[in-house]
Structures are given as structure tokens and as C-alpha cells.
């Protein structure tokens, strides 16, 4: 069975959308539910890269042990 936009939007809310966006057609649903996609995409990416840049901060001798510990 595929799933609707409305079923796309539930699971990356997390939760049944605001009654407000009954209103909405599948192709905003759908929108919606992409926009979401990829701004969790891109936060995850951006604190990659801001967990990695704040290794610099740490000896270099220590970097390898402490990457280990944090990202198990």
C-alpha cells in the first residue's frame, strides 16, 4: 500500500498535522513533508561538521580517543 502525503507529513512530524492543513492539497502535503525531510537532513550535516570542527580545539594527540568516545 502507498502511503499519502498525509501519511509522509505524520511520520516526519512525528505526529497527526494541525487540523489547519486538512485544507491543503497533496501536493503542499507533500512539499511540506520534503521541506522537513531535508532541513533535518541538512541540521544533522550542519552538527557533523560542527562536532568535528570543534575537535580542533583538542590536542591532536587526544583527537583520535575522544572522536571514539563521542561518536561511538
Known sequence: M?????????????APPPEGFSGLGDTDLEFLADALRRAREEQAAGLDRAAEESLKMVPAIARGPVRRILFR
Open 2 to 14: 502507498a502511503a499519502t502525503a498525509a501519511d509522509k507529513l505524520t511520520a516526519e512530524l512525528g
